[in-house]
């Protein structure tokens, strides 16, 4: 059973950073798609940035510049700067994609972690 386990999330002051980790034992996450989502009060999930099995980036508008996805072999990263107050937010790593050797497509969720930005 394959486990996402998220940590780094914490209450920081607009214009401060943070650095979310996700990482899975079993999963090398170059062979699948990974992706940041998050759920703000009262909002539904959106997709913040997205990697691609090739390395293809994408960001929302909203955290374009301020926000990067990274990885290494068995943990993905969101390095988010500039906070604002509306990124305030449960934060949910995600990988999803055929899985390499068996084929079937598989979709795996952190348990979610809380960013609150206030002063």
């Known amino acids: 059973q394959v486990q996402l386990v998220e940590s780094g999330g914490g209450l920081v002051q607009p214009g401060g950073s943070l650095k979310l980790s996700c990482a899975a034992s079993?999963?090398?996450?170059?062979?699948?798609?990974l992706n940041w989502y998050r759920q703000g009060p009262g909002k539904e999930r959106e997709l913040v940035a997205e990697?691609?099995?090739?390395?293809r980036i994408n960001y929302a508008d909203s955290v374009k510049g301020r926000f990067t996805i990274s990885r290494d072999r068995e943990t993905m990263y969101l390095q988010m700067n500039s906070l604002k107050p509306e990124d305030t937010a449960v934060y949910y790593c995600?990988?999803?994609?055929?899985?390499?050797?068996?084929?079937?497509?598989?979709?795996?969720w952190g348990q979610g972690t809380q960013v609150t930005v206030s002063s």
């Open positions: 079993g999963l090398v996450f170059s062979l699948y798609q």
């Open positions: 990697m691609t099995k090739g390395g």
């Open positions: 995600n990988v999803d994609g055929p899985d390499p050797w068996t084929a079937q497509e598989v979709d795996y």
